[in-house]
Structures are given as C-alpha cells and as structure tokens.
C-alpha cells in the first residue's frame, strides 16, 4: 500500500524568505502523480502544485516549485518570496494514474502547518 | 466555473441519530470523491464515486454509505452517529473517470461540512 510521510509538523518561514517542505512516499507504481494542497485557517483546500512521475522536469506555479526525486521518491515543495497568505496546513499528496488493487484514492500526508512571519 | 459546494456548512447531532451531507462537483466534472478530516487521523479516504457507481471505498464501517445522482450531485450518509465521527468531511471533485487514468486526475475540494456529534 502507497503511504505519504510528511516529516516536519510544523514549519516557520520570515515574510519574503524561501522556505522547504518535505514530503516522502512510498510506492512500488511506476506511473502516479504527486500533489500539494494548501489548507489555509478558512479550511477551503485548494491545489497548489501537480507533478506527473513520467515527467523529469520539476513543477512550478510562480512562487511554487517542487523538487521531485523519483528514485529517492521525494517530493519538496519550495515557497520563495514567503507572503503573510502563504500560511497554512500544506497537504502532500499521492495519486495512482490508473487502476489498481488499492483503487484510485488519494493518499495525503499528515500536513505541516506552515507559519509566516511579518 | 462555480466551486465544489457543500451542504450543510455546520451540523451539530447527537449520538445515534443519522445524517445526510450534500456535495455538488464543479459543473462538468463526474467524479466526486468523500474524506474524513480530524486532528488526531488527519485526512481519511471514504469513497469516490463516478457516473453513480461506487469505484472505491476506504476503510469505514458500513454506518458510512454514499451515493451519486445523475446531476453528479453525491450524498454521503452516516447512521447511528457517534462521538468520533464528529470531523470536517471534504468533498472533491475530478473531472476525469478514474478507471480511464490519465491527464488531469486533480481533485478540487468544497469548504467541507463541519460534523459535531454531542
């Protein structure tokens, strides 16, 4: 079974600064895609970032980029130029791309709560 | 495109009562996807439904059933309430059917409906 391990609680980040959280999984598919959501205090969960695994090229949305090392299946994800909005619980995110014995569920780490300071 | 929406926002009951919540996906997505969030288990995979079929289930008790209209609209019901399911439950939609895998495959997730069981 697939599991995503986020290994920081929390995490605190100067305003402007850049700031990384981890993310582990384990998996023995070859073929998934990795997510990051972004949970702030009013609990809306929105998608920060999308990684496909075929794909060797590392995501990025703006400020928003992730270091995606398949082999090492590790899947950072890199806030620079930190903003007051930024904080947040920050979800990774697991997601097989086709059919198998465990389904199509996602599988989402523990969370880290990510603080930013003014 | 209007959000995922979910309702009730807040419930509050009591142990062995039971209740229904509502999700409607963003307009034209068919995929519709249930997680139980509480501080202590975090983010928990229910069930995800597609064209009103079940395709998966998490590990729940049978007092947690779903279902899914031909509008995509999905219901998810809890019996016999009690005090541990009170959590905020997430609804996500997807646009693409997860037997067919591929591109796209992220979820975008409603406000949730915030369960209070006294």
């Known amino acids: 079974a697939q599991t995503v391990t986020q290994s920081q609680p929390e995490m605190s980040v100067q305003e402007a600064e850049t700031v990384t959280l981890s993310c582990t999984y384990d998996t023995s598919e070859s073929d998934y895609y990795l997510f990051w959501y972004k949970q702030p205090p009013s609990r809306q969960m929105i998608l920060v970032i999308r990684q496909e695994a075929y794909k060797q090229q590392n995501a990025t949305e703006n400020r928003f980029s992730v270091n995606f090392q398949k082999a090492a299946k590790s899947f950072s994800l890199k806030i620079s130029d930190s903003q007051l909005g930024d904080a947040a619980m920050y979800f990774c995110a697991y997601r097989s791309s086709k059919l198998n014995t465990g389904g199509f569920k996602t599988i989402f780490g523990a969370g880290t709560r990510l603080f930013v300071k003014a | ?118």
């Open chain 2, 1 to 118: 495109k209007a959000g995922v929406t979910q309702t009730p926002r807040y419930l509050i009951k009591t142990r062995g009562q039971q209740v229904t919540l509502s999700c409607s996906p963003i307009s034209g997505h068919r995929s519709v996807s249930w997680y139980q969030q509480t501080p202590g288990q975090g983010l928990q995979f229910l069930f995800e439904y597609f064209s009103e079929t079940q395709r998966n289930k998490g590990n729940f008790p049978g007092r947690f059933s779903g279902r899914q209209f031909s509008n995509s609209r999905s219901e998810m019901n809890v019996s016999t309430l009690e005090l541990g399911d009170s959590a905020l439950y997430l609804c996500a939609s997807s646009l693409v059917d997860p037997l067919a895998g591929g591109v796209g495959n992220e979820q975008f997730f409603g406000p949730g409906t915030r369960l209070t069981v006294l």
